[in-house]
C-alpha cells in the first residue's frame, strides 16, 4: 500500500463516504474517477438534493456555488472548495471552507489536496488559515513563509 494511502485508510474507515459534488457532469466525472482510482470511494452527486446522507465525520468536496458554512454544521470534518477565482477561494476560506483548490483542477490535484486536508485532520489540526489556500510558489513571494 503506497505510504500516503494510510492517511485515507484510517479515516475513511467509518461507515460515511465523503461527498463530492460537482454541477458540471463532465467535471464530476472526470473528479470521481480520479478519486475512485486512487480508492477514494465517495458520494458523487450534482445537486445538494441527490445526497441521501448527510456527512458525518468525513470531508466534502463541493463546487463554489454549493459552499455553504453549514456542511460544517450537519457533520463534515473538512470542507474543500473548487473555485473559481483565486478571491472566491480566500472568501469560502473565511467563511469555514479547510481547503480551496482552482475549479478546473486535476484529479491529481484534487487528492494531494484531501491527502492534506487528512494528514491535518489525523495531527489534530483544524483550519489552515486563508494563506495556505494560496498555492505555495505565490505565498513564498508574497513573504507569508520566511526562511
Not at 14 to 28: F, G, H, K, W
Not at 73 to 80: D, F, M, P, Q
Not at 116 to 122: D, F, G, I, R, T
Request: net charge positive.
Amino acid at each position: 500500500m503506497p505510504k500516503d494511502l494510510d492517511v485515507r485508510v484510517a479515516f475513511l474507515g467509518s461507515t460515511n463516504r465523503p461527498i463530492l459534488l460537482e454541477s458540471d457532469p463532465v467535471r464530476l466525472a472526470r473528479l470521481h474517477g480520479g478519486l475512485r482510482d486512487a480508492g477514494i470511494d465517495v458520494v458523487a452527486v450534482s445537486r445538494i438534493a441527490d445526497i441521501e446522507q448527510w456527512p458525518s465525520n468525513t470531508f466534502v468536496v463541493t463546487d463554489v456555488d454549493h459552499f455553504t458554512p453549514w456542511w460544517r454544521e450537519v457533520g463534515a470534518t473538512s470542507v474543500i472548495v473548487l473555485a473559481n477565482t483565486r478571491a472566491q477561494g480566500i472568501v469560502a476560506c473565511q467563511n469555514g471552507a479547510t481547503k480551496w483548490l482552482q475549479h478546473n483542477c486535476t484529479a491529481r490535484q484534487l487528492i494531494a489536496a484531501i491527502d492534506s486536508v487528512l494528514l491535518s485532520e489525523k495531527q489534530g489540526v483544524r483550519g489552515h488559515g486563508v494563506a495556505a489556500m494560496i498555492p505555495f510558489p505565490e505565498r513564498y513571494r508574497r513573504g507569508f513563509v520566511k526562511h
